[in-house]
């Protein structure tokens, strides 16, 4: 656990330098990061989260998007429940299947104040943050095992 722990940690601290540095949004990575070991935490992870994740938000664009065309408080629950919908609906489609990712990149999105660059680019980086911080501690342990063999 140490190991893991330690490459999240440090991982964590480049993450947030970096992005403070390159004016990224930090918290939608942690959330790309975390879907990543919900989603099992292995290299098929990454496609488990990504394909998902990137339909959520670009279902919460396509709600943005069409408010200008449409008045009254009532559009905006029923975009919502309609998308909802859909990301509950394509869950019978494999590269869709993991329904979590959807609804956080969705979340992402409608916390990025609508930009969708600024939602994409860091929870993107956070699943593959998330794939090297599970594979830096095998990384180590194999160097590790090979000097003692």
Known sequence: MFPL????GVLAGIWTFVSVIAHLLTWPAFVGWA???AGGGDSKSIGKCLAPGLLGIVLGFLVV???PFFSGAWFLPVAVAVIAFIM????SSQIF???PAAFAG????FGSNGDIVAATI???LGILLGYVSAVLPN???????????
């Open 5 to 8: 722990a330690l490459s999240i």
């Open 35 to 37: 879907l990543f070991f």
């Open 65 to 67: 998007k069409t408010m």
């Open 88 to 91: 509950v609906m394509v869950m």
């Open 97 to 99: 299947a993991f329904a």
């Open 106 to 109: 969705c979340a992402v999105y």
């Open 122 to 124: 860091p929870f993107v």
């Open 139 to 149: 990384l180590t342990k194999n160097v590790h095992e090979k000097k003692a063999a």
